[in-house]
């Protein structure tokens, strides 16, 4: 079994900056592509950003040139730098893994998720 487990979420006032973290533990591999999502509270699920094995990213328009996804694959973790942040960014923010291996075949694993809210 792979766990997922969010951290660095917290209380930050507006233009302020967060660092969340998501490590993977247990039967752990080379995950294709790991993201974030959030969700706020009556609203669905959505992406924030993902980042591919290679490094390749994909950010939702909303946090582009403000957030910034990274990974660390020896470490099998992923980061979202989160700056000037917007009482909107306020959310329950997930981690994901995704992808296809030789191991498993398809995968999809999420955290449990990171609170993060933005004051004004």
């Known amino acids: 079994q792979v766990q997922l487990v969010e951290s660095g979420g917290g209380l930050v006032q507006t233009g302020g900056s967060l660092r969340l973290s998501c490590a993977a533990s247990g039967s752990v591999f080379s995950f294709n592509t790991m993201g974030w999502y959030r969700q706020a509270p009556g609203k669905q699920r959505e992406l924030v950003a993902t980042v591919s094995r290679g490094g390749s990213t994909n950010d939702a328009d909303s946090v582009k040139g403000r957030f910034t996804i990274s990974r660390d694959n020896a470490k099998n973790t992923v980061y979202l730098q989160m700056n000037s942040l917007k009482t909107e960014d306020t959310a329950v923010y997930y981690c994901?893994?995704?992808?296809?291996?030789?191991?498993?075949?398809?995968?999809?694993?999420w955290g449990r998720g990171t609170q993060v809210t933005v004051s004004s």
């Open positions: 994901r893994a995704f992808g296809v291996s030789v191991f498993v075949g398809q995968y999809d694993y």
